[in-house]
């Protein structure tokens, strides 16, 4: 049996240069062995994804840079809403490439918007996040700044850098509101999206990644948000995190701390911040009133930030 070339995604040369001939290629597409990807690419990973065809795409046509949502997916950025069906590039802006299955944009790209990963060129992070931030919702642009900004794949400086060097392209206001909105504290999605919908149901914003103590100054944990003036801390997470019970333990545990020092919890998940938003602004208005009752009921707060 003929060895496979090195990479997962090879091309018909790279499959020549280690024995192949179109005959064995054929063959091994037939019995299942290789799939055939696009004309030309093949794959030695049985189940199709956007990366594999990505990173086709991009051997078959060395010229494009792969960008805006196949370039966040080839960063392991998360991608809220809508999944690319076609693989995303940019060529340069007079090009008259027509490239098959391939949603093309035409636009300039300067040397450091273009980097290496998997071989293949596409947009840096920050050039990707500012491009999907033209292009796609809010809620997915500050989605992925922040997950970029909190595990410091980019900075606040090289974002705006991208947005100065194209501040009169289509969709760029909606880019600087996005890079305004962006916090480097959110650690998920669900954080990100919490963060903007809570103001858009009426209530005040609340401060994210705060650290509680008791009073002997032990650290007691640590909450998604907080509210100082209710005394409320919100938990933005459901229930995906905790599948494993001995984490679903420790979590009730520490939720179970931080109530015993007076502060009222607050849990939400992805089905609130999206069809559900009446509910989390129900769930909040009711954990305000309880931190205020605490309050009025002079029960102390034991709680120190």
Known sequence: MRQLPDPTVF???DAEACGWTMSALRNAVRHGRIVRVRQGVYTSVPRRSHRVDTVAAARNY?????SHRSAALMHDLPLLGAQPTLVEVTVAPRSNANLPRIHVHRAQLRPPDAVLVDGVAVTS??????DVARHRRLATAVAAIDAALQRGLTTYEELDDVVRSCWNWPGIARARRALHLADHRAESPLESVSRLVIPRLGLPAPEPQITFTDRHGRIVGRGDFYWDEFGVVGEADGRGKY?????????????EELEDLGLVAVRWGWRHVQGGQHILRTKLLNGFERGRRRDRSRFPRLWTL
């Open 11 to 13: 091309t018909v040369r």
């Open 125 to 130: 992070i920050a050039r990707t996040l500012i």
């Open 243 to 255: 599948d494993e019970r001995p984490v679903l333990t420790a979590e009730k545990d520490r939720q």
């Open 62 to 66: 060395p010229d494009c840079t792969v």
